[in-house]
């Protein structure tokens, strides 16, 4: 159900149905997504509950963890009277956005990126990067993918994993 009205907000040609679909995301999943152009094959993890989406454009392959912020970072100049830091964040292609990122203003997010879980990014990052922090980044080893690939281990290897990991708690206790 998540998904098909995902579809429809981001891309009926209908504005009544986008503006219907757009008010089940927040009752159903806590989310906003809005965005000038999103493409098709963008994933939301967990229904992404949470989640407040104002951009720019975000392209193909991307995925988009819950709790995450991508918007403005926009201001008012007393001086001049104009607003500063227009727009919102461009999302490059095969882009992962874990758990609590925020990404915020006219900012670029280089493609095959990671965005670490709860990183605040005001800056763009360039492609091939492993964000974190508030506006760190290093280059991403290319033998690996972060968070996310399309081979996900199934819920019996997670289980398990997470099993050890609790028998190894008690014997170090």
Not at 89 to 118: F, Q, W, Y
Not at 138 to 148: H, R, T, V
Request: hydrophobic letters at 40%; charged letters at 20%; a positive charge.
């Amino acid at each position: 159900m998540f998904s098909t009205i995902v579809k429809i907000s981001c891309h009926s040609k209908y504005k009544f149905l986008k503006k219907i679909a757009n008010n089940l995301l927040e009752k159903l999943y806590c989310c906003e997504i809005n965005c000038i152009e999103i493409d098709r094959s963008v994933l939301f993890a967990h229904h992404a509950r949470g989640c407040t989406i104002v951009a720019a454009k975000i392209c193909e392959n991307v995925v988009i963890y819950q709790n995450v912020s991508i918007g403005a970072n926009l201001r008012y100049n007393k001086i001049s009277h104009e607003w500063e830091n227009l727009g919102n964040p461009i999302i490059c292609r095969n882009v992962t956005i874990a758990d609590g990122a925020k990404i915020l203003g006219p900012v670029v997010i280089g493609e095959n990126s990671v965005i670490g879980a709860g990183s605040i990014i005001t800056k763009n990052i360039p492609p091939n990067s492993i964000a974190f922090g508030v506006n760190q980044f290093k280059p991403k080893d290319e033998n690996y993918d972060l968070i996310f690939n399309p081979n996900m281990p199934d819920s019996g290897k997670i289980i398990a994993a997470n099993k050890k990991l609790i028998t190894e708690f008690y014997q170090h206790q």
